[in-house]
């Protein structure tokens, strides 16, 4: 889930004019942006890591990593003709994670240097002693082989830092021209850059040091009928990526049309702001006099920007084995799928068309790294498999847990102050084998609605209930688009839904939806992580009505 | 050096200002130490300790500003970052939302907000609260899931206008989720508090107990309109969005001066002045509230005094920024940190003897807004859910998805109870008539 995504784009910008770092967004000290560009010498980090390891294992640790990490980024905040904030912050420092007496403890310094991550060590090590007076079961890590010095980077084009800030302001400020010629009352846009500088090291004989870059262009817009009082949003159909600034510069081959009839554009691995710029003002506009959904049931074709949260809540997080075995009961909830149902083989989560992947190795996702937080090399694996729940989302602490011994390669930190824990990879929809595109998966519609962009989302605890709304919804009628809708959300149960689920389109729809902000863990920790699918149609949905009045 | 005392702080900051050839300048000193264990099955998951200061210095020049921000504290480092503060604020565009920065002002006199013990928290003092919870279920054979989180810690602020602020804080929050060994029965228990003397994570961790055991074997009712009885946990989340603090997030005046909040009116304005709540509703917020001690000041130095948000059931004010006051005219008031709804002095068990019909709502989850027009939510109960016949609880029943908003549900007022502290708010638990449960969840 993203809890941190209920702070909407307006206070986002608003809190962080009087604030060091922006709220739900890095936790870094404001730096001069070139200070952006620098890099750390690896054999720098190398001793320090080493001063860390070193004094973790004299201090009685059995195992410990260290991670030496500088976080950058750089966010930049306009609305209407005017920019609001830029912000570039800077988080460097040192976390220490040990096992003593089969116990984690974790300690984190922004003291870099041999002598801070010597005490840091110490520190994780007393924490660990402290609390294995009232342990009971002790850590068991699968095995880890070492990969000596080795490193990784996010295949980039262009490194946004390296644009200059005022070519991206302009960027942002055409888009809000765009909205706001378009019939727009106001619009805020915003562009977060990330780049992580991780080095990890661990008592196992890795040196792993990775160079890892996000980028995320989005908008707001709304239209306020002043006659009426009635107001209507539409946020943007761009996607975070795990790309640099090429993600921003437009390719023809990277548009997907939605359906005929519906004015929807999707995009793959670039985006056009200023055309989705415009196209939200309009939709906006529509939304203000469009029908208001007859509720009841509807068969839904969802495109891939919608569909990625829905996979995201009600397959990503009921999968990832921490849940499942109730280490999150107290904050983020448990799981419906429990060990049981993939113990017996044949629990079917959804229907024959349901192929589900995790991986953190496609290129472009949020996901994609070359080595985990816990030093695991990353892979892809099958998570439902023709409907059949197969496996689940773990690393290296938890593989023994279900009989295996080999991590998934999904642990991560959001930063160096932050132990690093299981987190969902990029958790996707295998496109179809057949030929089949968005036209033709809505011509054999007879009473439908298409739903395009995530909106809304809530889901119960363990997985089972969940509600979600859009950005833009069309009626389909006897295989046609007739026009748009307001009012729309759809309630289901997860394993329901997912077996109601009668074809997804081929691998040219194929794109991803993704979310900066993904928040599990007690503190609450933040994560990035990307979805594929492909526009899929979904049998007989509980539509509700979510117009009310108040007085 | 996490806790600095005023002198120390204000020597710093003094220093910081004489070093800045900018038109103006403001410097923040934030400090904390505090740790945390989080535990589940009744055993240590992870724990950790923090322990920072940071600077953050903004300078202006005209309407430019640039904030730069360092946490060590030797002149050359010091004067670095005022340095870079400048730099960046000669680059950055000017603001036309630029307000001056505030002269000298009048807080409150501090209240209670820091308490020695505390500051003076161990990690064997966490391994030991953890563990008398963790025990307790051990003993019912039941599952526990925890997370205890402290810190001790000041701000300070100063400008060149002759602002100066200084304030101490503690505060510890605890939260449990304790759970049947099949999984069929949950409860949850939650509290926090600046002076940690009445905590206490075995009498919570019991609480949540008796909920688990007496949730188990829930049975299906129809969605539907029903009389409910909400907790404080089901109004507030310190975890979460929750229907309360969505509302009082709502009172911000630009938006709905923009025509895009509840709070707009329709051909434009806002709806100060008018009735839009039962008039048993009062909202105010206080920093010197004995309860909940808080900071008299705002991020932007601000004074936070009392203010009333809602009187009677009619709206008195709007918070807003600085700049949005000006442009239109209206009272300069900062957003509150924590708020207090006024009640009577009913306890949950009294409203549930007073109810012939109705659903108790432990907790409310996953509350995201549905419609920012009519501020409707939608959410799921939680951690124990009951059905009320004839004033007392016959039996559990299964979870519900809600969707409801809380305009409408302050308007539909049965009965207030008696305020509780939660995440630094007091709430009373309220009886809502025609809450609105849109279909079942199978989650336990």
Redesign the interface.
């Known amino acids: 889930?993203k809890?941190r995504d209920?702070v909407g784009l307006?206070s986002l910008a608003?809190g962080a004019l009087?604030?060091?770092s922006i709220p739900g967004f890095g936790m870094g000290?404001?730096?001069?942006?070139a200070q952006l560009l620098e890099q750390v010498d690896p054999a720098i980090k190398k001793r320090m890591a080493d001063a860390a390891l070193n004094a973790a294992k004299s201090a009685g640790a059995s195992y410990a990593d260290v991670r030496i990490g500088r976080y950058l980024n750089q966010g930049i905040f306009t609305r209407e003709k005017?920019?609001?904030n830029?912000?570039?912050t800077e988080s460097y420092g040192i976390g220490v994670r040990v096992i003593a007496n089969g116990?984690?403890?974790?300690?984190?310094t922004?003291d870099v240097s041999e002598a801070g991550a010597a005490k840091a060590a110490q520190?994780a090590v007393?924490?660990a002693k402290?609390?294995s007076?009232?342990?009971?079961?002790q850590v068991q890590l699968a095995p880890q082989k070492g990969f000596g010095e080795v490193s990784w980077k996010t295949p980039i084009v262009q490194n946004a830092f390296e644009v200059p800030?005022a070519q991206k302001?302009a960027l942002l400020l055409a888009a809000n021209a765009k909205a706001l010629d378009n019939g727009a009352?106001?619009v805020n846009s915003a562009l977060f850059q990330v780049n992580e500088q991780k080095y990890f090291a661990s008592t196992d004989g890795s040196y792993i040091d990775q160079d890892v870059h996000r980028i995320y262009p989005t908008f707001g817009v709304?239209v306020?009928d002043?006659?009426?009082?009635?107001?209507r949003?539409r946020q943007a159909l761009s996607s975070p990526m795990g790309l640099g600034y090429e993600y921003l510069t437009p390719k023809a081959a990277d548009k997907v049309a939605g359906p005929a009839g519906s004015d929807v554009t999707g995009y793959k691995m670039s985006y056009d702001i200023l055309e989705d710029a415009a196209a939200a003002a309009k939709q906006a506009k529509a939304k203000i006099t469009a029908k208001s959904v007859v509720p009841g049931k509807y068969d839904l074709v969802l495109d891939p920007h919608h569909l990625g949260l829905t996979i995201h809540e009600s397959v990503g997080h009921p999968l990832e084995l921490d849940r499942v075995?109730?280490?999150?009961?107290?904050?983020a909830?448990?799981s419906?799928a429990?060990l049981d149902k993939w113990k017996s083989g044949k629990f079917q989560y959804g229907s024959k068309e349901v192929n589900i992947v995790a991986d953190k190795l496609q290129p472009g996702s949020l996901g994609a790294v070359g080595y985990d937080d816990e030093g695991v090399k990353t892979k892809e694996w099958d998570l439902i498999k023709q409907g059949i729940l197969v496996n689940y989302e773990k690393i290296r602490d938890q593989a023994q847990m279900v009989g295996q011994n080999e991590s998934d390669g999904c642990c991560y930190s959001q930063s160096w102050?932050?132990?690093q824990?299981q987190r969902m990879p990029n958790v996707s929809l295998r496109p179809g084998q057949g030929k089949l595109s968005v036209d033709e998966l809505v011509k054999g519609v007879d009473k439908g609605i298409y739903i395009a962009g995530n909106g809304?989302?809530?889901?119960?605890?363990?997985?089972?209930?969940f509600?979600f709304?859009g950005q833009v919804f069309y009626a389909i009628e006897k295989g046609k688009i007739t026009g748009m809708l307001e009012?729309v959300?759809y309630?289901a149960?997860t394993q329901e839904f997912w077996n109601s689920c009668a074809a997804t389109c081929d691998a040219s729809d194929y794109r991803f939806a993704g979310f900066f902000n993904d928040g599990k863990g007690?503190?609450?920790q933040s994560s990035a992580v990307s979805h594929g699918s492909a526009t899929t149609r979904f049998n007989g949905v509980?539509v509700?009505n979510?117009?009310?009045?108040?007085? | 050096m996490a806790i600095l005392s005023k002198d120390e702080a204000q020597t710093i900051l003094k220093k910081v200002l004489g070093f800045t050839t900018a038109d103006e300048c403001e410097a923040t000193l934030n400090g904390q130490i505090g740790g945390n264990v989080r535990s589940a099955r009744n055993t240590i998951s992870t724990a950790g300790a923090v322990d920072n200061v940071s600077l953050a210095v903004e300078a202006r020049f005209g309407k430019r500003s640039g904030v730069a921000t360092c946490n060590q504290f030797d002149d050359a480092t010091l004067r670095r970052c005022v340095q870079r503060a400048e730099e960046i604020a000669k680059l950055a565009p000017e603001s036309p939302e630029y307000v001056p920065l505030l002269g000298p002002q009048q807080y409150l006199a501090a209240p209670a907000s820091f308490a020695q013990n505390t500051a003076n928290i161990t990690p064997d003092y966490r391994a030991q609260q953890t563990a008398a919870s963790m025990k307790l279920c051990d003993t019912k054979k039941l599952s526990s899931a925890g997370f205890l989180e402290d810190s001790a810690g000041f701000i300070a602020k100063r400008n060149n206008k002759g602002l100066e602020a200084y304030q101490q804080v503690t505060n510890l929050s605890y939260s449990v989720t304790v759970r049947t060994p099949e999984g069929t029965g949950s409860g949850y228990a939650t509290a926090d508090y600046n002076d940690i003397s009445k905590f206490d994570a075995a009498r919570l961790t019991q609480i949540a107990a008796d909920k688990a055991t007496g949730s188990v074997a829930a049975k299906a009712m129809e969605p539907g309109k029903y009389t409910v009885i909400l907790e404080p946990a089901a109004l507030v989340a310190n975890t979460d969005a929750s229907l309360l603090g969505a509302l009082m997030n709502a009172f911000d005046a630009r938006n709905a001066d923009e025509g895009r909040s509840f709070l707009s009116k329709k051909g434009g304005g806002n709806r100060k002045g008018e009735k839009m709540f039962d008039e048993r509703v009062t909202i105010y917020s206080d920093p010197s509230n004995a309860e909940i001690p808080d900071l008299t000041f705002s991020g932007d130095g601000r004074p936070q005094k009392k203010m009333t948000w809602i009187e009677k059931g009619v709206v008195k004010n709007l918070y807003s920024s600085r700049f949005w006051a000006q442009k239109a005219g209206i009272p300069d008031i900062p957003r509150p940190g924590g708020w207090i709804m006024e009640g009577g002095t009913q306890t949950t068990a009294d409203l549930i003897k007073g109810t012939a019909k109705g659903i108790l709502v432990t907790r409310l989850w996953y509350i995201r807004p549905v419609d920012p027009q009519t501020l409707l939510f939608t959410g799921l109960t939680r951690d124990g859910t009951f059905y009320i016949e004839n004033g007392k609880i016959k039996h559990p029943v299964k979870n519900f998805r809600f969707n409801e908003s809380p305009v409408i549900m302050l308007n539909n007022l049965e009965a207030i109870g008696k305020p509780v502290r939660l995440a630094g708010n007091l709430v009373p638990p309220l009886k809502i008539r025609d809450f609105t449960f849109t279909s079942l969840s199978d989650a336990v």
């Not at chain 1, 000290?29 to 942006?33: I, L």
């Not at chain 1, 007076?133 to 079961?137: I, N």
């Open positions: 889930m809890r209920f307006t608003a009087f604030l060091p000290n404001a730096v001069d942006p005017q920019v609001q830029i912000a570039s116990t984690w403890g974790f300690a984190a922004n520190t007393g924490i402290a609390n007076k009232v342990q009971k079961e800030i302001v009352s106001f709304t306020v002043r006659a009426s009082g009635k107001f949003s075995l109730g280490y999150e009961a107290n904050y909830g448990t419906f429990t102050q932050d132990v824990f809304s989302f809530s889901i119960d605890q363990q997985r089972y209930n509600q709304g009012d959300a309630q149960n007690q503190p609450a509980n509700i979510t117009a009310r009045k108040i007085g």
